[in-house]
Every structure is written in structure tokens, then in C-alpha cells.
């Protein structure tokens, strides 16, 4: 049990269970690209954990870079903005494969993916740690996936609780069990 805050945490992923489904991500990745010279793009934070381990185990000559997504307000017909902050590489004819910690919602990518898309990539391919299905509202495709997982809110290897929990080198779930 873990307290991050004011709430407490439960083990639910072990650090050898990640490792083990990362393994078997990156061979995938590494047959399915290879000779493609694939371009990684992470997306920080919570996904630099992640992104480090999956490209350590990757046997194919491959590129990463990292990008924070920022959301502002547009004007009233745009909504809320995302833009993409420190994306330094010409993504024209690669093939690009998106590193995210984890998809909720769905919005973030759902409106991330196609801003990459308009800048001709010859693909882009989603590669998430996590996924919590019941929580989609946006949806979008994982290509790639380690873990799907209860709507639950986790902490622990890149997830953050307010800043904190990042350095977990497990995976935790939110412990809904009130003590009276
Ligand atoms: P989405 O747009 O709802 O799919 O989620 C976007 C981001 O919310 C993810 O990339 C995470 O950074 C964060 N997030 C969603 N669920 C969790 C969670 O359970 N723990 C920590 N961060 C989360
Ligand atoms: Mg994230």
C-alpha cells in the first residue's frame, strides 16, 4: 500500500508483469517495422518511463523524439486547442508510432492524431501502456497495447497522482475501499 497525497494506493501491475508485456510490444514493433526506420514519438510526461523501457528492447534501427501536448482555448468554433510542443522532426513520409502511458478518454489522441496526419507521415501507429476501455468516450485505435484495465485511477511507472507517484516502479490502483 502506497499514500500519495490523501489517498492510498494498491499494487496492481508488478514491475515484472510490465517489463514482460513490453517485451513482447517491442518484438511486435521490431518485426512489423524492420527496415521501416520508424520515428517514436512520446509524449511527456507520463509516458517517458515507458517509452525508455519499449525502446531499450526494440532490435531495429529506430528514432524517438519527445513532445508535451498543451491545450488552449481557440475561438468559439475551435474549442479547446491542442498543440504539440518541442515536435523538432520533419514527420513527412515516416512512419510514425505514438508512445502515450495511457488512453482514458480518448480526447487527447482523438484530437492530437489528426493534426499528425495532415503533415503527410507514411503512418502513424498508436503504441499505449494502458487502456481503460469503459472510460472511452473518444475513441481511438490502439495498435499496440500492454494493458487493458479497469476504470480505475492508477498511479506509478510515468502516472502521476498531482505531480507525484511517477517514480513507482509498479503499477497502483486508487483504493475505493472506504474505511468507516
Ligand atoms: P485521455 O485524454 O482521457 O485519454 O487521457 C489523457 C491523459 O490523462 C493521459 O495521457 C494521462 O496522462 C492522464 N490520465 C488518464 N487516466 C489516468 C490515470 O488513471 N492515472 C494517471 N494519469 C491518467
Ligand atoms: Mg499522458
Redesign the pocket.
Known amino acids: 500500500m502506497v499514500q500519495i497525497h490523501d489517498k492510498s494506493f494498491i499494487p496492481y501491475l508488478s514491475e515484472a508483469q510490465i517489463k514482460e508485456k513490453i517485451k513482447v510490444m517491442a518484438a511486435g514493433i521490431s518485426k512489423d517495422y524492420a527496415d521501416k526506420k520508424p520515428l517514436f514519438i512520446a509524449?511527456l510526461n507520463?509516458?517517458f518511463m515507458f517509452a525508455s523501457d519499449l525502446f531499450k528492447e526494440l532490435t531495429i534501427d529506430a528514432e524517438i523524439s519527445f513532445i508535451k501536448l498543451a491545450s488552449y482555448s481557440g475561438t468559439k468554433s475551435t474549442g479547446n486547442v491542442l498543440t504539440a510542443i518541442g515536435l523538432d522532426t520533419d514527420i513527412n513520409g515516416r512512419h510514425v508510432i505514438i508512445i502515450?502511458?495511457?488512453?482514458?478518454?480518448?480526447?487527447?489522441?482523438s484530437s492530437f492524431l489528426p493534426q499528425l496526419e495532415h503533415q503527410s507521415p507514411a503512418s502513424i501507429k498508436l503504441a499505449a501502456l494502458l487502456n481503460?476501455p469503459e472510460?472511452t468516450t473518444?475513441p481511438v485505435k490502439i495498435d499496440y497495447l500492454c494493458f487493458s484495465i479497469p476504470n480505475?485511477?492508477?498511479?506509478g511507472y510515468g502516472?502521476?497522482?498531482d505531480g507525484l507517484g511517477r517514480n513507482l516502479k509498479e503499477i497502483y490502483q486508487l483504493d475505493d475501499h472506504v474505511l468507516v
Open positions: 509524449i507520463g509516458a502515450e502511458d495511457i488512453v482514458d478518454t480518448g480526447k487527447t489522441l481503460k472510460a473518444h480505475k485511477f492508477v498511479v502516472l502521476d497522482y
